[in-house]
């Protein structure tokens, strides 16, 4: 049994504002959009969207139930492999409100089709949704591996460490030039520092950074 009412329950969600794992929507008007959004949570952890809530939390309501069937289509039509969500309305002040509850997916990464249809992966920061990088792709690639990793450790793992330490964070491009790497060694290696805890991807200025942990 339900303790608190709808509107007490979807307050005190508002209330958390939007965040890693909480996005607000005042309207569904385009499906591919919201396949962002699920491949996001999706990829960080899982994640709820309420839908018919402004950005400043005001309660706004869904328009009708073409929104429903618009959310269900970015799940099953424009997310690859098609994902599985929780649907539940809520009244609130008179107004319906749509909770969609995305649970992390088991396999990663979860794309979104885009305006083309190609397949792009996505990640939740803070309260945006953000593309996931080639090095992301190959973490979760890495982690898919059933066998252990093992990496050899020679004087191309060691530079990386070196420039890393001496300049403090770079982005990929400047990791490949100072290494003077190829994109694809280098997006392997980052990937492999990341899973072994030596490196950490940062997100600043709308761009990732790569560092070493401390």
């Known amino acids: 049994m339900r303790i608190q009412t709808d509107t007490q329950y979807i307050h005190h969600l508002v209330e958390e504002g939007e965040h890693c794992h909480q996005d607000f929507k005042f309207e569904i008007s385009d499906a591919r959009k919201i396949a962002r959004s699920i491949s996001a949570f999706a990829n960080t952890g899982g994640g709820r969207l309420l839908v018919g809530v402004k950005d400043n939390g005001k309660i706004a309501g869904i328009r009708s139930e073409e929104e429903i069937y618009m959310i269900e289509a970015a799940a099953t039509m424009y997310c690859q492999p098609q994902m599985e969500i ?3 309305t809520f009244i609130v002040e008179g107004r319906t409100v ?3 509850e995305i649970n992390e997916a088991t396999t990663k990464p979860v794309y979104a089709l885009d305006e083309e249809n190609k397949p792009k992966a996505y990640i939740r920061i803070a309260d945006e949704n953000i593309l996931a990088t080639p090095v992301h792709l190959k973490v979760w690639q890495h982690t898919k591996k059933k066998e252990g990793a093992l990496v050899s450790f020679t004087d191309k ?3 990386l460490l070196d420039v890393l ?3 403090g964070q770079l982005t990929l491009n400047q990791c490949c030039k100072l290494c ?3 994109r694809k060694s280098m997006c392997n290696l980052l990937a492999d520092f990341i899973r072994f805890g030596l490196v950490s991807p940062v997100f ?3 761009q990732f950074y ?3 942990n401390e």
């Open 180 to 182: 003077k790497s190829s």
């Open 157 to 159: 793992e060691q530079n």
């Open 86 to 88: 929780e649907t539940q």
């Open 204 to 206: 600043q200025g709308h």
């Open 165 to 167: 330490g001496e300049k």
């Open 210 to 212: 790569f560092k070493l």
């Open 98 to 100: 749509l909770k969609i």
